[in-house]
């Protein structure tokens, strides 16, 4: 069964930080990575998708794919008070006949402090 | 263009009782699924339909049922639901179309109470 892992958290950091949020994977064939945010009492909302090894930059967004290792991290910049919320990664698998599925992980609670 | 909607928003039921989730995707997606999503447990998947016509199980389908009415629409149903099923009930779409990058998109929820 194709596992999604992630800390719970929470992870609390201040205002103005780095939050540094993680994520492994089993299945090594998976060819694209995902990170969503979701505010409480709200849905999943698609903030990056990475799909090569390597780090990939938005904004105060970073991914950073390592297959070899697989592994799949977000790095949050200046850290503010809108940025508290669960992080979900999610992993691309390919489930036959063209179609593809994403295993979620559990999710990443973080806390952001003024 | 609206995305994905989810109808009810919120729901109490009594133990027994039956009910359908409904949700609608306007983006002419081909995939629909629907998780539910519990404290602790991260989202959960419990029935999808990789296109128009076809259903499959998902992570913990038991209690429920499924219809892809047409390409656009994807209905949940609980035959007699338990409190168990008590939870925060998710829709999404994706195009799927062969590529592994493709987005997939989620509807606002449905908050479901079972007595």
């Known amino acids: 069964q194709k596992e999604v892992e992630q800390n719970s958290g929470p992870l609390s950091v201040p205002e103005g930080a780095i939050a540094s949020l993680n994520c492994t994977y089993s299945d090594r064939v998976s060819q694209s990575f995902f990170w969503y945010r979701q505010y409480s009492g709200k849905s999943p909302e698609l903030i990056m998708s990475i799909y090569s090894n390597g780090d990939k930059e938005d904004g105060r967004f970073t991914a950073q794919l390592n297959k070899a290792s697989q592994y799949v991290s977000l790095l949050i910049r200046d850290s503010q008070p809108s940025d508290s919320a669960t992080y979900l990664c999610a992993v691309n698998g390919y489930s036959g006949a063209g179609s593809y599925q994403l295993t979620f992980g559990k999710g990443t609670k973080l806390s952001v402090i003024p | 263009n609206a995305g994905v909607t989810q109808t009810p928003k919120f729901q109490v039921l009594k133990t027994g009782q039956s009910m359908t989730l409904q949700c609608a995707q306007d983006?002419?997606?081909?995939?629909m699924y629907w998780y539910r999503q519990d404290p602790g447990m991260g989202l959960r998947l419990i029935y999808y339909?990789?296109?128009?016509?076809?259903?499959d199980k998902g992570e913990v389908p038991n209690g429920y049922n499924v219809s892809r009415l047409n390409k656009r629409e994807f209905s949940l149903r609980l035959e007699s639901a338990a409190p168990s099923q008590t939870s925060v009930y998710f829709c999404?779409?994706?195009?799927?179309?062969?590529?592994?990058?493709?987005?997939?998109?989620f509807g606002p929820g449905t908050r479901l109470t079972v007595l």
């Open positions: 983006m002419n997606h081909n995939s």
């Open positions: 339909s990789a296109s128009e016509g076809t259903t």
């Open positions: 999404a779409s994706r195009r799927n179309r062969g590529a592994s990058t493709d987005t997939q998109y």
